[in-house]
């Protein structure tokens, strides 16, 4: 039983390090199956997923729930690596003299069900705004992909700079990342309101806020094995309650809580006369009970939140595009790119919980959060950046990593079919037309050659468009030279089209076996 | 070390110049062009008909071997195309074998250590991967270096060019001893052909000025910057349209030739014809022969032709 809580604390640190790993990746250094059973055990993306296919993460799901009617809330302990941040923090908060023991203070069950029911009504209703903001896992690969990423950038490249010194180039740096102020506010604000209530309050965050905290609460309370306090030999000391970060245990009345417990066992751990148990319940003789609970900051929370809960409109998102040409540059732009497998704007932004995996792995850099491009909904939901980078025809990598299924996994045939949007193509801003020049920066970098060069005045070539085999990927947009606006950009399919494959035909000689040379 | 080691050898170099050191590191800076070109048998050798190792070999060997160009204890960059994440077959970048091949005769020839780099397009550890040549090249003991981001690249002017005047070249190539471009030849929407000149792109950071203001006349420009050492057109699979990325393997010709001159403008002019095209349309040909990089008069060269 005393070893209860040096297990956890292996596992706990471990999924820590792994999962916060996996957002500051920027070498993909973590095989994708890896990062996939990773990702599977981490209920909310697992939940979202789940519901929009069924694949191997189910089990994940599965596994959970499993986990948790069996032996309560160890997932928040030990897999939740948001938890473990918390518990960081509370291991520095417990140096300070004031916050070294905690205090009964029973969960405000009521408001915690509450946003969990507001959250799931919300999400089915197909606004994922809510959920983003309070749910863990998104939130934890936010805090580490806006901004861990950069300090590992920087470290990266001082030591690919040392390593460069003794005339080496085993470590290459990394690209840095623009880092916009609006992105990185969300992901401070959530770290400073979790780091605040984790020091002062310990796992007030689980038992409040966090909707998966309040769905496991509920499995746990006819979990299998529980918490209890043995009556007979627990000698009122007292120690458990000073040390249960989540207050649910009430020493004085030997009351355990055991829906708002997140199985940490520091109780077990630290009562010098096993006065606690951790049993299966046909073995309990003591049924846990519901304690006092403190009413005043309850009434308070709820009033805070629902006045949160009404300024936020679920919905809102994009409109279809209407025929890319008709529409004036800067209208037709507001529209934001998903990814290949997002399958619609729709889809993406209803599912995806913005929690900048995909962010993290892209090779070409080309996934950027977003601010408002997907409405006020789908704030820091990625979007495709041509400004920045365009999207590697062969690679799938975002669809295969995504945790929420908000980009299903395609196949790389099967991406080159997919059309995320259109190019569109300013004849007069062109640099053959407007300086009668040489370019086809756009053709050269076009993967299917929706883009091609045809004879134009004299030796010149000019770009034409054939949008029936155009993937979208913003190949043609990124490299075009002109000023201020590219003179070929892409506009977003709001629902996702099949473009046809490229048109292939045989050259009339494929073996030049000639051995004449013509000069 | 590396780049400290250029600046101090460059200030060296203004006050001892024609000492051994500075000549054998840094003679590319003040040879004259085509001044090395004089004492080869040939000024251009074209080789058919073999795998692209083979003609390699062949080739060389009519010029004198590749000893005539790397000395004992030099440093080296062999710069091939491999811009793009396309298989071998797909004649989008240089062929593997061929760059293997000229790395393992540079080591032979008593390099001190050879790099291999270039300036993708795609995804950088995607093409260097499935180019084929990451693993051929290393294979072979040369290092590849990366490109991809801006800190590699050192400002550099080019004195002679009409437009361009300035470009961010690659550490690798002014650090280094000796540099062999190995382009690809193949079809290219808007340098026409992409050869040797047209290779350079790979050694600086932005192409987007270029692309921006006259393509044809930048290129020409950066010709005039640093002439390679030497100059292995791989012309084994050639793509004949939809360049240069294309779009699948039906693009393709198998050819199975080979260019190898010191002569930038000598070698694309004579891919040009080996082609199909009349050099006289690849507007940077003519540019860089009005900038004297070279010569386009092939019927007045030295050329050894050789068909396996």
Same mark, same amino acid.
């Given at each position: 039983m005393q070893s209860l809580k040096k297990i956890r604390v292996v596992v706990s640190l471990l999924f820590f390090f792994l999962l916060s790993f996996l957002f500051v990746d920027l070498w993909n250094v973590v095989p994708v199956p890896v990062s996939n059973v990773l990702v599977s055990i981490q209920l909310v993306p697992s939940i979202t997923k789940t519901l929009t296919l069924l694949t191997a993460t189910s089990f994940g799901l599965l596994f959970v729930v499993l986990l948790t009617l069996l032996f309560g809330r160890v997932y928040c302990s030990s897999i939740c690596p948001l938890g473990t941040l918390q518990d960081l923090v509370i291991r520095v908060a417990g140096r300070n003299r004031k916050h070294r023991w905690f205090r009964y203070s029973g969960a405000p069950v009521a408001l915690h069900y509450a946003i969990l029911a507001v959250v799931a009504i919300a999400f089915l209703g197909g606004s994922t705004l809510l959920l983003n903001l309070v749910e863990p896992f998104s939130n934890h690969g936010r805090i580490f992909s806006t901004l861990v990423s950069p300090i590992v950038v920087l470290l990266n490249n001082a030591v690919a700079w040392l390593l460069g010194q003794f005339g080496t180039y085993s470590l290459p740096t990394l690209a840095i990342r623009s880092v916009v102020i609006g992105v990185t506010f969300l992901p401070l604000a959530f770290l400073a309101v979790v780091v605040y209530l984790s020091y002062n309050y310990g796992r007030l965050f689980c038992n409040s806020l966090c909707p998966a905290g309040a769905l496991l609460a509920i499995l746990s309370r006819v979990s299998l094995f529980k918490i209890v306090i043995d009556e007979e030999t627990?000698?009122?000391?007292k120690l458990c309650e000073k040390v249960c970060k989540a207050r649910c245990i009430q020493a004085d009345t030997k009351r355990l809580d055991f829906d708002a417990c997140v199985s940490c066992f520091n109780c077990i751990d630290v009562c010098p006369s096993v006065g606690l148990k951790y049993e299966a319940l046909w073995k309990n003789k003591i049924s846990p009970k519901p304690a006092e609970v403190d009413t005043g900051r309850r009434t308070f929370m709820n009033a805070a939140v629902t006045s949160l809960l009404a300024a936020v409109v679920p919905g809102s998102t994009s409109q279809d595009t209407t025929?890319?040409?008709?529409?004036s540059f800067d209208e037709s732009r507001r529209h934001p790119i998903a990814p290949p497998?997002?399958?619609s704007i729709e889809h993406f932004s209803s599912l995806c919980t913005a929690c900048h995996l995909c962010v993290t792995v892209c090779p070409t850099q080309v996934l950027y959060p977003s601010l408002l491009e997907y409405g006020v909904a789908g704030i820091l939901q990625p979007k495709m950046n041509y400004a920045a980078s365009y999207c590697n025809y062969d690679c799938i990598l975002c669809t295969e990593i995504c945790p929420s299924g908000a980009i299903l996994p395609v196949t790389a045939a099967a991406k080159k079919e997919i059309q995320i949007g259109k190019s569109v193509f300013v004849k007069e801003d062109c640099v053959v037309v407007s300086k009668k020049k040489a370019c086809a920066a756009c053709a050269e970098h076009c993967p299917t050659k929706a883009v091609r060069m045809v004879p134009y005045e004299g030796n010149l070539m000019i770009p034409e468009l054939n949008n029936e085999i155009c993937v979208g990927c913003g190949a043609c947009e990124y490299p075009c030279p002109t000023e201020p606006r590219r003179a070929i950009y892409v506009v977003a399919n709001s629902v996702h089209q099949k473009a046809k494959r490229p048109k292939v035909e045989r050259l009339e000689e494929a073996v030049d076996k000639s051995k004449e040379f013509p000069f | 070390m590396d780049r400290r080691d250029f600046l101090r050898r460059g200030a060296a170099a203004s006050v001892v110049a024609g000492s051994y050191v500075v000549c054998g590191g840094y003679d590319w800076l003040i040879s004259e062009p085509g001044g090395r070109a004089a004492s080869l048998p040939f000024d251009l050798v074209a080789v058919r008909g073999g795998e692209p190792d083979v003609m390699f070999q062949k080739g060389i060997a009519a010029l004198g071997g590749i000893g005539v160009f790397v000395k004992k204890g030099q440093k080296v960059v062999v710069k091939p195309n491999m811009g793009w994440d396309v298989p071998p077959e797909r004649g989008g970048n240089t062929n593997p074998k061929l760059m293997a091949e000229i790395v393992r005769q540079c080591l032979g020839a008593g390099a001190r250590e050879v790099y291999v780099f270039d300036h993708t397009c795609d995804n950088w550890q995607r093409c260097y991967r499935n180019s084929g040549i990451e693993a051929a090249v290393k294979e072979a003991g040369a290092k590849v270096a990366p490109a991809h981001t801006e800190g590699y690249f050192h400002n550099v002017s080019i004195p002679a060019g009409k437009v361009l005047k300035r470009a961010k070249e690659h550490e690798l190539v002014l650090e280094s001893d000796v540099f062999i471009n190995v382009p690809i030849l193949k079809n290219h929407g808007g340098s026409r052909l992409t050869v040797s000149m047209k290779n350079l792109m790979g050694n600086v950071w932005d192409r987007r000025f270029w692309h921006g203001n006259d393509l044809h006349q930048c290129i020409a420009d950066f010709a005039t910057f640093r002439r390679p050492t030497l100059n292995v057109v791989d012309?084994?699979?050639?793509? %004949?349209?939809?360049?240069?990325?294309?779009?699948?393997?039906?693009?393709?010709?198998?050819? %199975?030739a080979q260019l190898i001159s010191t002569d930038m403008v000598a070698v694309d002019t004579a891919a040009a014809r080996l082609f199909g095209m009349n050099p006289k349309d690849v507007d940077h040909i003519q540019f860089a022969a009005d900038h004297k990089?070279?010569?386009?008069?092939l019927e007045n060269l030295k050329i050894e032709r050789i068909a396996i």
């Open positions: 627990c000698t009122e000391c025929a890319a040409s008709a529409l497998g997002a399958i | 012309a084994y699979y050639v793509m %004949k349209r939809n360049g240069p990325r294309g779009v699948s393997v039906e693009d393709v010709v198998t050819m %199975k990089v070279g010569r386009m008069d």
